[in-house]
């Protein structure tokens, strides 16, 4: 199904099922433990040996000399794999550096072997013998260091300009230029790395834990030289991933070498202290925002330009994005600058670019507002614009961020906030409200999916769309069940299958829309073969409460199968509508901190985010996706670093007892607002991505916060007891 108009009014209109609040359809699986996650497929082979990962105690360098005999010897052994005996490999086009390492080395932690034995023990314990002489060479691991010497864009990401920001900044009235900082950061899963591999001939099935099937399909076939359909991926079940588990990693790749080295299958899992250095993070940034305006505070020039760190051949981080769209203003300059570090890869990250963009884009939008002397929330009012500032012919889709922000301040008490920091005490604690606007864009791809009317009336939906706690099964199945006019639970959604249509996918706030309008193409073909079986005029045909109804007859939809199953199989695929009109989400988050007058200790008592993003397809679910969002930044500002040891060029906390993260029991109160929208521009679901945007914004609402809290204007994430104690008003 194309889709290159903007959607007229279609059966998922009705919202009998779709955008009603159901509970998830997988709710039952995962309480009960039912639910299988990448490591917990015990049945589905035999005789299963187990992978323990050795990874490189160095950052940068040669692998010398690398000994196995010990462990080959140690009890249990059935192979060790490193690169010298893995055989030709591959690399796929979305790893940065290789995920066996040898003899080259690229980062600390890198994959350099894989122990394979009967039990996890024995592969821990042999792990342990092996040893590697190395060839240390000096890396570069401070973002701060390399940033002089980093001067121009990459040659493929060009500065953004529109206008002449120099001279138009040099003649505002008000002016701001000022530096913020944000750290690496983890993705801190819940789930760690995990795949199990079998090989059938010349034939491997991985079961892994994967947000996009197809990605990981074509980048396993690439890395091990073997023709895409000898692959198989399985990961109908995902324990959180937050980008981590948008590419193939080294447990993926690594228990199908081990597999095929030991002729059985093979379990590898990273474990806790493996994945921040041996996987992905959000890389460091350091950011100069200039903003200037007339004395009424109307925005006349802007400039953000960001610097980050990665590998050889990696890619910035994209924090300057939202500063091309979320603000009018004629003068505009953003850019990217990008220093080689030897530090793990840089890469997505929940909300990448913006997560980070926004954390110092909002904290300046703060910053000229009391400069000009205009309340925060008017000022971001007064800079609203409706077209695309740097192609002003182009609008918006859909922009209700005024209204996000008029509602946002209307429910959370904002006239109630003193203007003057410090002003607000209640017992020991400075109280303060912070605000920032938020912007993620809607992103469309192409979606498959197939749909089977079964006899006795059931609806099966097949899709390779994946479930990382979104509630992926629960919309699919709400948008099938609408569609064929049946409840939901005559819906079986099947997922997370290479053998399945393939899907968008999930990432970048885009799976929900995406899967769930391919879904919808799906079903269009099968009323229209149900219609076509009934004898009944398709275009007419209307589908509710298990019947079909069209010129003056209603017939049971059991009746179109009773031949046997009816199939259809389609794909939305998206015209250039994306490239005529901007297609955003957009938030206002508000923020309520107490802080402690003698500690610096910072409570969250209170956070509301008030969101447009289109048609929301389960509001219980999305909710759900925004407040865990809002914790997410609650980290994000207060407590969330990858330390770096720039001697040795490794993340010194790399598990989950030093790398700290926020729980929904260290905030009072969650709010989540969505605002009536639909967007026949997006696509037939009138849908938009919500999970990421919840993120977007929140972290600068907290630090503008804890300003107004106590006067202390911290602009190096994240916001630590260290960096307010010295400032904090004196005690009384």
Known sequence: MKFDKPATDNPVDRLKVVGQPRDRIDGPLKTSGSARYAYEWHDEVDNVAYGH????AIAKGKIAAIDTDAASRAPGVLAIVTAENAGPLGKGEMNTA?????????????????????????????????????????????????????????????DNVTGNFPEAFAASAIQLDQTYTTPDQSHAAMEPHASMAAWDGDKVTLWTSNQMIAWCHKELAATLKIAPENVRIWSPFIGG???????????????????????????????????????THRPATIQQIRIGSDAQGHINAISHISWSGNLPGGTPETAVQQTNLLYAGAHRLTGLRLAELDLPEGNAMRAPGEAAGLLALEIAVDEMAEKVGIDPVDFRILNDTQVDPTQPERFFSQRQLATCLREGAARFGWQQRQSTPGQVRDGRWLVGMGVAAAIRNNLVDKSAARVHLEPDGRLIVETDMTDIGTGSYTIIGQTAAEMLGLPLEQVEVKLGDSDFPVSAGSGGQWGANTSTAGVYAACVKLREQVAQALGLDADEADFADGYVQAGGQRVALTEAARGGRLTAEDAIEFGDLDKKYQQSTFAGHFVEVGVDIATGEVRIRRMLAVCAAGRILNPKTARSQ????MTMGVGAALMEELIVDTRRGYFVNHDMATYEVPVHADIGEQEVIFLDEVDPISSPMKAKGVGELGLCGVGAAIANAIYNATGVRVRDYPITLDKLLAKLPALA
Do not use: C
């Open 98 to 158: 290789a995920l066996l390492g040898g003899p080259d080395i690229e980062h600390y932690h890198q994959a350099i072997a894989l122990v394979v034995a009967e039990t996890f023990e024995q592969a821990r314990a042999a792990a342990g013998l092996v040893k590697v002489r190395y060839q240390p060479q000096e890396g570069e691991f401070s973002l701060a260091e390399a940033k002089p010497g980093v001067t121009e864009p990459p040659e493929d990401t060009p």
């Open 53 to 56: 990962v050795v990874g490189s």
């Open 626 to 629: 925004v407040i865990g969002a």
């Open 241 to 279: 991933g937050f980008g981590s588990k948008l590419f193939l990693r080294s447990d993926a790749l690594l228990a199908a070498l081990g597999a095929r080295a030991a002729k059985r299958p093979v379990k590898v899992m990273l474990p806790r202290p493996f994945i921040p250095n041996n996987t």
